[in-house]
């Protein structure tokens, strides 16, 4: 159990009965301030150049919390939320189908990787919302029956369309991290007299979280963007909403710049959610957690009292 | 030492290849019930593979290999032989403990929720129960301080004590251990070693697939040589390791002892 003395109380740290404290001249980096200067200055210039364009930059702070906009977010949000749940669900049973021993069912992962991931989204899109052409009844017998054009929403298209296409890629993902884990885990696993399935829910898919984790985060970051496509099949995502705004109010532009804003400020919130993810998942990887920034600043704040959880 | 027993383990002619390799040719021979059972020889000889064939996590191709009078893998009828399922394989080996080499502790668990695992997961044990178990095991292996810390942050030895009580948790009727100090350092290899003893002591059938001659005499009841996929030479640890019959079993000793 060290305390970790050195990060919040600088320099003069030094026990009084060490040694003589180094006193040496540090290294010059004059190139560091030279490249930040030129980078502000070409910022300062991009800046500039869209402050000087024909865009009604007023029109932005008007709409950003407009409900027709918020309605929008949330449904991105929850698309984006829904399609990564059919995306990782799918994706896990497709890897696990991948690599089963079973040939039937390998070869149906395959071909449905090769399918998903081999064609457009957007195409996977206009083939849902066209589906009607084929089927013209979806019939479950006494249960359901309607037409298939009034069974098929925007909502359900949208889910559909993505999440499958995205199964495809989390198979992929997922393959690599079950691959990952070392073959003993499951043979101690197995010679304890645990089932296959057991072995591949209890030892194997949580080791394999930390590998599919970092990737998958990328996805729902990806995710939350790819939904912008969803406009095409007339479901009412951000993205709809703000052009629907701009077309109406004659502010085209100015409403792709408020939808970029939103974008960037949910996929920065996910980002947090990531670290905190991977974080969780690599406990028993490493001897010690590193602090989150939150405990960064109670030690800093508080420097007598140790992080919570932080132990050697 | 040897009380009246029935066989343990019992081999008739095992042969085992890996592709056109021929790993074990024709291994006979018998465990006793109480008994530690030491199998020595040069790498590459198939002791390890040998130990594997017991708790069928390899498939043997010839030959006949039973556990306690049932066949390993298979089923007998009439003349036939019939495979066994997946989970009936799996419910055989819940009386067979095995430690490893090296280790294979889960390393996303705790030390004792690594003990804990299968008696809740395979046997439905309730967690109490399975958690003060867990802690009378952690504690007869020295390491009762150590019940929540992950496999990280235990030294070789340490995991590897886990690692048998974490077999002793299933009751196991055997426990096979492959090379268990193989893989630690010189100074941690008598704590392994002196919980083994302990097991040995409290009338544990062992198979040990061992480099260590010292615990194989001091400990062992029998002994097998291996070299090349067949039985050299058995008998007595003592007398194997004092008195060797066979050119090979000299030359081996020669060099380890």
Known sequence: MTVDVNKTDGPDATPPAGPEAIKAIPVRHPGRYVSAAVALALLGSVVYAFAQGNINWDAIPDYFFDDRILHGVWNTLLLTVLSMVIGILGGVLLAVMRLSKNPVTSSIAWFYIWFFRGTPVLVQLFVWFNLGLVFEYINLGPIYKDYWSSFMTPLLTALLGLGLNEAAYMAEICRAGLLSVDEGQSEASHALGMSHTKTLRRIVIPQAMRVIVPPTGNEVINMLKTTSLVSAVQFADLFKEAQDIGQNAGSTVEMYFLAAAWYLIMTSILSVGQYYVERYYARGSSRSLPPTPLQRIKAAVLPTRRPKGVSA | ?257
Do not use: W
Request: proline share 5%; aromatic share 6%.
């Open chain 2, 1 to 257: 030492m040897t009380q009246p027993s029935h066989p343990m383990v019992k081999a008739e002619g095992v042969h085992k290849s890996f592709g056109p390799v021929e790993v074990l040719k024709g291994i006979d021979l018998q465990v006793n019930s109480g008994e530690v059972f030491c199998l020595i020889g040069p790498s590459g000889s198939g002791k390890s593979t040998f130990l594997r064939c017991i708790n069928h996590l390899e498939k043997i191709n010839a030959g006949r290999l039973y556990v306690d009078g049932e066949l390993v893998g298979y089923r007998q009828k009439g003349d036939k032989l019939y495979e066994l399922k997946d989970s009936e394989v799996a419910v055989k080996r819940r009386d067979i403990g095995m430690v490893f080499q090296r280790f294979n502790l889960f390393p996303h668990m705790t030390a004792i929720e690594n003990v804990m695992e299968a008696p809740v997961q395979v046997k439905g044990q309730n967690k109490g129960q399975a958690r003060e178990r867990a802690r009378e095991l952690l504690e007869r292996v020295g390491l009762g301080d150590k019940a929540g810390n992950y496999p990280s942050q235990l030294s070789g030895g340490q995991q590897q004590r886990v690692a048998i009580a974490r077999a002793l948790a299933m009751d196991p009727k055997l426990m096979l251990f492959d090379e268990p100090t193989s893989a630690l350092d010189p100074e941690l290899v008598g704590d392994v070693l002196d919980v083994m003893r302990d097991l040995a002591e409290s009338g544990m059938t062992m198979v040990v697939v061992t480099h260590e001659m010292g615990f194989a005499r001091e400990v062992g009841d029998s002994l097998v040589f291996m070299d090349d996929g067949v039985v050299v030479e058995a008998g007595n640890p003592r007398d194997v390791l004092t008195n060797p019959q066979h050119e090979r079993t000299q030359a081996f000793l020669s060099k380890v002892l």
